[in-house]
Each structure stands twice: as C-alpha cells, then as structure tokens.
T-cell receptor, first 116, second 112 residues
Framework: GAVVSQHPSRVICKSGTSVKIECRSLDFQATTMFWYRQFPKQSLMLMATSNEGSKATYEQGVEKDKFLINHASLTLSTLTVTSAHPEDSSFYIC????????????FGSGTQLSVL | DQQVKQNSPSLSVQEGRISILNCDYTNSMFDYFLWYKKYPAEGPTFLISISSIKDKNEDGRFTVFLNKSAKHLSLHIVPSQPGDSAVYFCAASDPGTYKYIFGTGTRLKVLA
C-alpha cells in the first residue's frame, strides 16, 4: 500500500522555538494532505487541509499563524509550529489520500512534540 | 458537537471470541466510512472501509456493517487475537471536502 513518511518522530524543544514537521508521500502524488492533532486518550482532531500550490484550509479554532503549513510539491507538506509553548505539546499526524475524495487515507507515523 | 461518536472507550474480549466495536454518526450526508487501528505513538493503520451504498464489507477477519437508518456502523473482528489489542477509530467522510471526521476511539484488549 501507499506509504506516508513523517519526520521527526519525536522532538523536544524549548518554549519560544519553532518546530518543523515534514510529511512525504513516498510512492504517490498527493494533491491534498491533512494534519491532525491528538491529545492523550482523545480523538484525532483535524487541524488543516494542505493543498498543493495553494493556501491551506484551517479548521475553526486553529491559528494559521501559529501552525504554518506549506505544500510546495505533490509529495511534501510541512507543518511548522511557530513560537511553541507547552500547550502545543501533542501528537501530530499527517495523512494523504491517493486519489479521489473517498479514497482511504494513509497516515504518517506521527510526531510527538514536547515543549519544555 | 461530536459528529462521529464511539461511546465505548474500552472493550475487553477473550482470544478467539468476537470483538464488536460500535460507531454512531449524526450527519446523514456522510458517504464513506473507515476503520483504523492505532498503537500508541504511531500513526493509524487502515483496516477496512465501507461506502454508504453498501451495508456490509468483509475482509478476512474484519467485517464492517453499516445501518444508515440508524446512522450506526460496527466493526466485527472474529476470531479476536491478542495482536488486535489497540485503539480503533472509525472515521466518516464529509462529502466533497476530502475531510474525514474521527470518532474518539475504542481501546480493545484481547485477552490470551
């Protein structure tokens, strides 16, 4: 099946720094990628939809200046958590689908962000 | 407002028996449903899907049933194996938006 690679898998940073997370589709082109956030024992919350060549679409309540998304190519989307604070500590997961809207999503392995 | 709900946060089943995980949704426009399995600190792994035009889809030990009138779907795992122990999420596709909305998950524990 399709593979989505996400890096880094874990990052620990100081408060106030910025962290970039990469999401790559390895064997298919993804015009659309999604970024999710998961708090412990909670659901996957969609943060934003990343569209290749255009601006990302953010869900209500997600600060677009805080979570910068860039989808510069058909195989790469990045999420940058700017000026990270302890409350940004969470598990971030990207996903992509291979084709039409109802194709199944393939997920990256996730990034555990811990902000000290 | 949670559009996709998994009301059972956890479930324990004996090895070899059937595991039934349930999912309810509120939006009758959802047209595609998926089940994912997730281990801690890992990304979800796709298990099985079902289109709203069907009421059943089977893949090996996994069967998903969809009851559109009740806005309910369930995942059956039979026979359950200890390796099935994980958190299971159902997800529903918001038509035309490419978005999937996830339930809160059910932690399945299969006892050897």
């Amino acid at each position: 099946g399709a593979v989505v690679s996400q890096h880094p898998s874990r990052v620990i940073c100081k408060s106030g720094t910025s962290v970039k997370i990469e999401c790559r589709s390895l064997d298919f082109q993804a015009t659309t990628m999604f970024w999710y956030r998961q708090f412990p024992k909670q659901s996957l919350m969609l943060m934003a939809t990343s569209n290749e060549g255009s601006k990302a679409t953010y869900e209500q309540g997600v600060e677009k200046d805080k979570f910068l998304i860039n989808h510069a190519s058909l195989t790469l989307s990045t999420l940058t958590v700017t000026s990270a604070h302890p409350e940004d500590s969470s598990f971030y997961i990207c996903s992509a689908n291979q084709g039409a809207a109802n194709e199944k999503l393939f997920f990256g392995s996730g990034t555990q962000l811990s902000v000290l | 407002d949670q559009q996709v709900k998994q009301n059972s946060p956890s479930l324990s089943v004996q090895e070899g028996r059937i595991s039934i995980l349930n999912c309810d949704y509120t939006n009758s426009m959802f047209d595609y449903f998926l089940w994912y399995k997730k281990y801690p600190a890992e990304g979800p792994t796709f298990l099985i899907s079902i289109s709203s035009i069907k009421d059943k889809n089977e893949d090996g030990r996994f069967t998903v049933f969809l009851n559109k009138s009740a806005k309910h779907l369930s995942l059956h795992i039979v026979p359950s194996q200890p390796g099935d122990s994980a958190v299971y999420f159902c997800a529903a596709s918001d038509p035309g938006t490419y978005k999937y909305i996830f339930g809160t998950g059910t932690r399945l524990k299969v006892l050897a």
